[in-house]
């Protein structure tokens, strides 16, 4: 029987040992933490099946999943450097910066112990062990930093199959720069708003309570855990100071317009803030894959390419006839939606019809 220790239950870790108890009913979890309520609420709905309130049991674990405020991450691993542990076992954690962790788990390197660092892109203001869902992470991005080029991801993946995340493999400054933008300094615009606005209606207590849609879901990060977002800022700072000068600019930049009552700058301000939120995470195109068919302008033909194709149970996304014209061949275009179905049609309609390469 594997063994999970999870380092801080509340709402990731918390979310995480669900997934994992889910998809792997006879892994054992141990779970650690400083909140005694959390671990009692963990044992009682059968999140994890030991508690304990520091690094008993840590030696037996598979795999060690660090999931506390990034600050304490980083204490935890340099005390796993000299810590006895079980060999091959698969450390990863889940904090919102990788730069400072990936640089400490530098001093598990003399012991050759893997460590993958880790980041769910999806979670809430919300937290605690309560909070937590099996399904919190689902469709999520999962950012995965192995520390060397030569780390095996699979075994964690394996691990956390259950919680449906699409795994991203990046660097760890790749990571700091993507997440200072969409992350953190949205958090820090949300805290400062929400300050802002309390102090602007000091004298107009009715102004907090008519706050409506626009304040409310511009402002809903602004209610998450004070302790995880200090950590966070002081372990992406350069960043963080970076982006942040670059929106504080940005804002100067609009008073301006308005200031100089600029009508059609603002109506651009606007419109490109409109155009890119519009398309964000807009899926991507789903790729097609095409094969064109001579055929002759016969009554029946296509029938025939459809039977063929039915017959080896290969199915087409979308068919259309191009260029057709009277007593002329013409071009049959089919879709499938993997490059296998159609190389195989391909090589199975060749017997019969000149492939046409466009
Ligand atoms: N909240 C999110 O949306 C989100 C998303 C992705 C990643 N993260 C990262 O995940 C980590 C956990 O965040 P969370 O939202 O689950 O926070 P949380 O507050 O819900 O949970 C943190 C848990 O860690 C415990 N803890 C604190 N210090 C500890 C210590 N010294 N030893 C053991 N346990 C300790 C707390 O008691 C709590 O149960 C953070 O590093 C955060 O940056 C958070
Ligand atoms: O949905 C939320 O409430 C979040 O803030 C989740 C969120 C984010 O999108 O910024 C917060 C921190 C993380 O590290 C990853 C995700």
């Not at 304490?72 to 400072?100: E, F, H, N, R, Y």
């Not at 102004?207 to 995880?228: E, Q």
């Not at 890119?276 to 002759?296: G, H, K, M, T, V």
């Amino acid at each position: 029987m594997e063994t999970v220790f999870i380092k801080g239950l509340g709402l990731i870790g918390s979310s995480l040992a669900r997934a994992i108890k889910q998809d792997h009913p006879q892994i054992k979890i141990i779970a650690g933490d400083i909140d005694e309520k959390s671990l009692l609420y963990a044992k009682k709905h059968k999140i994890a099946d030991q508690i304990v309130t520091d690094m008993t049991g840590i030696e037996q674990a598979d795999y060690i999943i660090l999931a506390s405020p990034v600050s304490q991450i980083i204490k935890d691993i340099a005390i796993l450097a000299d810590k006895k542990l079980k060999p091959g076992v698969i450390i990863t954690d889940v904090g919102s910066t990788k730069q400072t962790v990936m640089q400490a788990a530098q001093a598990l390197n003399h012991r050759s112990l893997t460590f993958i660092g880790g980041h769910p892109m999806a979670g809430s203001h919300k937290s605690g062990v309560q909070a937590g869902r099996a399904d919190l992470i689902e469709n999520a991005y999962y950012f995965l930093i192995p520390a060397s080029k030569n780390t095996d991801i699979s075994k964690l993946t394996w691990l956390l199959a259950g919680t449906n995340a699409k795994w991203l493999q990046v660097t760890p400054a790749q990571h700091d720069k993507i997440v200072a933008q969409i992350s953190h300094v949205p958090h820090i615009i949300a805290a400062e708003l929400v300050n802002q606005t309390q102090q602007a209606f000091k004298d107009e207590p009715v102004g907090m309570r008519v706050a409506a849609g626009g304040f409310k879901s511009v402002t809903r990060i602004a209610a998450s855990d004070p302790t995880m977002w200090s950590a966070i800022l002081l372990n992406n700072r350069e960043l963080i100071l970076k982006q942040l000068t670059g929106y504080i600019t940005g804002l100067e930049n609009v008073s301006t317009l308005i200031e100089k009552e600029d009508r059609s700058a603002l109506f651009d301000f606007f419109k490109r803030a409109k155009v890119s939120r519009e398309s964000l995470n807009a899926p991507a195109r789903a790729p097609f894959y095409d094969l064109f068919l001579n055929i002759p302008d016969k009554s029946g033909e296509i029938a025939k390419v459809t039977g063929i194709l039915a017959k080896h149970h290969l199915s087409i996304i979308n068919i259309q006839v191009l260029e057709v014209r009277e007593d002329i061949n013409g071009i049959l275009q089919l879709v499938f939606n993997t490059e296998k179905a159609r190389d195989q049609a391909t090589r199975i309609l060749e017997k019969d019809y000149e492939i046409v390469t466009r």
